[in-house]
């Protein structure tokens, strides 16, 4: 009786985490898909690479919507209620624009189930956003359901699970996740690569520039190492950060983004700033300002409006971030720039005016 009873306890126990699956798909509805839109923003410059090369990888054409232009931002802010920050009204305004251009838009869900390496709520409900938003015009939407980005294996079953849907066998949906991965990872690679070359020139001509200085001569001018620190799809986006990215490099300063470098390092990192931080982008780009600090001259941040994430990492970098100048800067929707470029040359004329010296008294 006794051992009838604890078998019986046993049995109604939920299986462990490791042995939980998704359920899957069991009908191919997506099968007629053949042209994949992917709007170019959000996740999209974090995890484009993988998107557009798992979809090429199972036979799909992919079509991803142009550069971010007034008309596309426009039309994001009118479809969008006010609450939205502006990424997600630019992002908005990219999936308009691929209407007509595809058989179906990719937007995907990207839940919090792991609370370090999250992400905004907006990245979990960009799925259901997208087709009330679009409800009356029958767009298609194709999605899935990413429980941990971080994870290849949760990647793969939620692609390999989509790629169910759109009729590919279980075996060339892993090969094509597999190919994306690859790339992904060699994509991330090169550009942490070139942040760190970045950094190790800058080293290197200030070394030799104080050392001009040493021996008299002045000729040698001292290098202007600025961190960029915004969201990739801030950052890499000409039209919301052009005319920080520009102002900076027309002063001849050095740009390196913190979103780029090397995100395993960054994310290890970020937990001698915070042990609870529950965003993973956000903790990467704190990682990111410690592991970069000592070889850089300034930071500059970038949020779009209004950012809850950022209004809280932010505050917390401003606050906590010491011994290096930072430049606060918050865009939105207005189309004019000269304020920002007043505030970043400002910003850039202090730092040089240190690097001389700075006030000297008598």
Known sequence: MIAGTAYSRRAARPAPRYLRRLPVPQTTDWADVQVVGIPRALLFYRFGVLWTT?????????????????????GGDRLSVDECCLASKVFIGHVESLAGRCDAVFVPC??????????????????????NTFRDDKLRVISCEVQNARKAKDVRRAFCDMAARMGVAPKDARAAFKAAWDAQRAHDEALATAQERTLRRLVDERRAADAAAAAGDDAVARPLGILVVAHPYISHDPYLSGAVIDSL???????????????????KKSFEFSGTMPWLINRELIGSILLAQDDIDGIVLISAFPCGPDSMTDDAIMRCIQGTP?????IDAQSGTAGVETRVESFVDILRFQQKGGYVHE
Request: charge should be negative; aromatic fraction near 10%.
């Open 54 to 74: 798992f979809f090429e990888s199972i036979g799909r054409t992919v079509v991803v919507s142009d550069p971010t232009d007034k008309a596309i931002a426009d």
């Open 249 to 267: 490099e027309e002063m001849g300063a050095t740009v390196v983004y913190a979103d780029a470098m090397d995100h395993e390092r960054a994310y």
């Open 326 to 330: 930072i430049l606060n800067l918050m």
């Open 110 to 131: 990207y839940p919090t189930s792991d609370h370090r390496s999250g992400f905004c709520t907006k990245f979990q409900s960009a799925t259901d956003m997208v087709r």
